[in-house]
């Protein structure tokens, strides 16, 4: 609504008022944690998320956010380097999590991986197969299927991409998962039930790759949701 606006330049300098507000009262290197200092932190990732999507995020922005001692703070500003430079952003990024050893930690691991899942880039399979090769990531562990093959698809644009790719890239990883955890399987082809949200091209080509998929050696819920999607559209 906010980009829809025709007091979009007034509305980007009202935004950068209020973030540059709020970051001169916070402290960002305090290790306070209190009800006060929680909400401000939420307030500040808000702004800068608006800010982000009208495209005004600088490097500098990034900088500031990587300096605070909350975590909250650090993966906003991952989030807005990864919006503008992908490439690079990915690099630094990884650099950070080897150097704080975060890849050792579960959560940490699933907070990056639902970061890199929703990286909004032509280039958008090359960075998350890299990730399913580089070695920390586990087919076995639920948490991080879910943070990076279900934060996918979540990622509207790169799921429905034009050309159908992210069906076929979903297709794939349900094929690796179903063996291992049928359950998660299964809860990864429920995004396919958006079917009837789609256009009638993207519908055509989401249409060949379940029945692709289909015939495969599906376990019964995989299978259930597929057909349950094709009976319905016939």
Same mark, same amino acid.
């Given at each position: 609504? $906010?980009?829809?606006?025709?007091?979009?330049?007034?509305?980007?300098?009202? !935004?950068?008022?209020?973030?540059?507000?709020?970051?001169?009262?916070?402290?960002?290197?305090?290790?306070?944690?209190?009800?006060?200092?929680?909400?401000?932190?939420?307030?500040?990732?808000?702004?800068?998320?608006?800010?982000?999507?009208?495209?005004?995020?600088?490097?500098?922005?990034?900088?500031? $956010?990587?300096?605070?001692?909350?975590?909250? !703070?650090?993966?906003?500003?991952?989030?807005?380097?990864?919006?503008?430079?992908?490439?690079?952003?990915?690099?630094?990024?990884?650099?950070?999590?080897?150097?704080?050893?975060?890849?050792?930690?579960?959560?940490?691991?699933?907070?990056?991986?639902?970061?890199?899942?929703?990286?909004?880039?032509?280039?958008?399979?090359?960075?998350?197969?890299?990730?399913?090769?580089?070695?920390?990531?586990?087919?076995?562990?639920?948490?991080?299927?879910?943070? !990076?093959?279900?934060?996918?698809?979540?990622?509207?644009?790169?799921?429905?991409?034009?050309?159908?790719?992210?069906?076929?890239?979903?297709?794939?990883?349900?094929?690796?998962?179903?063996?291992?955890?049928?359950?998660?399987?299964?809860?990864?082809?429920?995004?396919?039930?958006?079917?009837?949200?789609?256009?009638?091209?993207?519908?055509?080509?989401?249409?060949?790759?379940?029945?692709? !998929?289909?015939?495969?050696?599906?376990?019964?819920?995989?299978?259930?949701? $597929?057909?349950?999607?094709?009976?319905?559209?016939?």
């Amino acid at each position: 609504v $906010l980009k829809q606006s025709a007091n979009i330049p007034q509305m980007r300098d009202i !935004l950068r008022s209020w973030y540059q507000q709020a970051l001169d009262t916070y402290e960002f290197t305090s290790e306070v944690i209190d009800d006060a200092s929680m909400k401000k932190r939420a307030y500040i990732s808000s702004l800068m998320a608006l800010i982000s999507e009208f495209g005004m995020s600088t490097h500098q922005d990034v900088e500031t $956010l990587l300096k605070s001692s909350k975590m909250t !703070l650090n993966l906003v500003g991952w989030k807005v380097a990864l919006e503008q430079n992908p490439e690079k952003g990915i690099i630094v990024l990884r650099d950070w999590m080897v150097q704080n050893g975060f890849y050792d930690d579960l959560l940490m691991r699933m907070k990056y991986f639902s970061l890199v899942s929703q990286i909004s880039d032509p280039s958008w399979r090359f960075y998350i197969e890299e990730e399913l090769e580089r070695g920390y990531f586990d087919y076995t562990v639920p948490n991080l299927v879910r943070a !990076l093959i279900g934060g996918f698809t979540k990622n509207i644009a790169l799921f429905h991409t034009p050309d159908g790719s992210g069906y076929r890239f979903l297709s794939e990883q349900i094929q690796k998962i179903d063996p291992i955890n049928p359950q998660i399987a299964s809860r990864l082809s429920k995004p396919f039930s958006s079917y009837e949200l789609i256009d009638d091209t993207m519908r055509s080509r989401m249409s060949d790759v379940i029945r692709e !998929l289909l015939k495969k050696n599906l376990s019964s819920g995989v299978r259930e949701i $597929l057909e349950k999607v094709i009976v319905q559209h016939q």
